[in-house]
């Protein structure tokens, strides 16, 4: 089984008088698809997925995913570097709630 069959082949047309073996690849192709939408969904941090746009097709997330994060590497860099310069250690708290406020910046 190729998992990555969906996102390299287009998927292929099948018609009511379509025979078995023409039906095959259509199969394998929604496999492959069904399985790697879940492979993705189950990778990507939750954070994340909420922000792209839920699809039905791996290669429509793919893109959109590329879409929404390629231009925002400079700015979201930018706004790390802003919070973590700003960030002290002043609540009562302790350093083990400030180390994870400090981990967790960076997935809000």
Known sequence: ???????????????????????????????????????????????????????????????AIDEQFVTSDKALASTLIMKFSSLRLTDVSGVREHIMHMRDLRHN
Request: charged residues 30%; proline residues 3%; positive net charge.
């Open 1 to 63: 089984m190729n998992i990555d069959y969906a996102i390299r082949k287009d998927k292929p047309t099948i018609t009511d008088t379509s025979t078995t073996a023409e039906k095959a690849p259509y199969e394998q192709c929604e496999r492959s698809n069904w399985l790697s939408l879940m492979f993705i969904k189950t990778k990507i941090y939750y954070g994340i997925r909420c922000f792209v746009d839920q699809h039905d097709n791996v290669k429509a997330l793919l893109k």
